[in-house]
């Protein structure tokens, strides 16, 4: 579980789970603990590294807009 808070203006939250030393599985999704829905993933295509041939694969990096004041609770399936 991962809690995200906001003590200023709104922002567009970041972030990229550590899958080996959080010991979860690469399919593992981050679902928001209050509305069950999954967090977008930054999508990997083409600018996104497609020139090293990593053909397709499950980015680690997720990204969701914060609102001023506002948290969030992220849960790790």
Do not use: C, K, W
Request: charge should be neutral.
């Amino acid at each position: 579980m991962i809690i995200f808070s906001s003590f200023g203006p709104a922002a567009t939250v970041n972030f990229e789970l550590n899958r080996t030393m959080l010991g979860v599985r690469d399919a593992a999704a981050a679902i928001d603990a209050e509305t069950r829905a999954e967090v977008p993933r930054v999508p990997v295509g083409p600018a996104y590294g497609a020139h090293h041939n990593l053909g397709p694969q499950l980015s680690n990096n997720f990204t969701f807009r914060l609102d001023r004041h506002n948290f969030r609770v992220v849960v790790v399936e």
